[in-house]
């Protein structure tokens, strides 16, 4: 158990649709990612937060929206579904201070836009 | 360019036997740290190693081995005496520009798909 919690673990919805992926880093940890994995893109950074402040952005759709909350918790906004949004939605955490730091991964939300 | 290249899609391994999944890297920036991770079937993602730019030795841990070859730009991961649970993908994965006040994203390869026979 990596100690990030990422919920719900499988949302299926149809196209045109919202949803909202959340994620509860491991306990200290001030840094939240969000990555998107599919088949063909494989890995994809997608947005970087850092104690509240967006720090990085990467191939992130302007139909896609984060947030990290005071509580550090934080959620992604995905909205104006499309069938190749399904992906496997992962959030990490780190303590967000050294260099060497690894990432730790939770489960991943597995997003299916039918 | 792709930053990070993983060359082989699927390596196949009889157990017992030890095999190396290839990773090269493109940067400019002096400071950066390469990542090894590893997603068996089940979807989560486990850290397995890291190695600092400026790390004089190779890493080691357990079974995982980094054999970092910085002037070619590569950081292969070794793992001895595979074992059937091995059988996972491999993403080898870098940071860049770390400094403080710089971001932490990490950056990954499509990864290897490692099938360990017994």
């Known amino acids: 158990d990596s100690g990030v919690t990422q919920t719900p673990k499988h949302l299926i919805t149809a196209t045109g649709q919202?949803?909202?992926?959340?994620?509860?880093?491991?306990?200290?940890?001030?840094?939240?990612?969000?990555?998107?994995?599919?088949l063909d893109?494989?890995?994809?950074?997608?947005?970087?937060?850092?104690?509240?402040?967006e720090r990085a952005k990467g191939n992130i759709l302007e139909r896609f929206s984060a947030q990290q909350f005071p509580d550090l918790h934080s959620e992604l906004n995905l909205s104006s579904l499309e069938l190749g949004d399904s992906a496997l939605y992962f959030c990490a955490s780190s303590p967000g201070g050294t260099s060497n730091e690894k990432l730790f991964f939770g489960s991943g939300t597995q997003l299916s836009v039918l | 360019a792709q930053k990070i290249t993983q060359t082989q899609p699927g390596m196949f391994v009889q157990e017992k036997e030890?095999?190396?999944l290839d990773c090269t890297y493109d940067t400019s920036d002096q400071?950066?740290?390469?990542?090894?991770?590893?997603q068996p079937s089940s979807g989560e993602m486990i850290f397995l190693i890291y190695q600092g730019s400026y790390d004089e030795q190779n890493a080691t841990e357990g079974r995982y081995s980094l054999n970092f070859q910085k002037a070619r730009k590569s950081a292969n991961l070794v793992i001895s005496a595979s074992q059937l649970g091995d059988s996972a993908m491999y993403f080898c994965a870098m940071r860049e520009g770390v400094t403080p006040g710089s971001n932490y994203k990490l950056t990954f390869g499509k990864g290897t798909l490692l099938t360990v026979n017994p």
């Open chain 2, 31 to 38: 400071s950066y740290g390469l990542f090894w991770y590893k």
């Open chain 1, 18 to 38: 919202r949803v909202t992926l959340r994620c509860s880093p491991r306990s200290g940890d001030l840094s939240v990612y969000w990555y998107q994995q599919s």
């Open chain 2, 18 to 20: 030890a095999v190396t």
């Open chain 1, 41 to 53: 893109q494989g890995l994809q950074f997608l947005i970087q937060y850092y104690n509240g402040e």
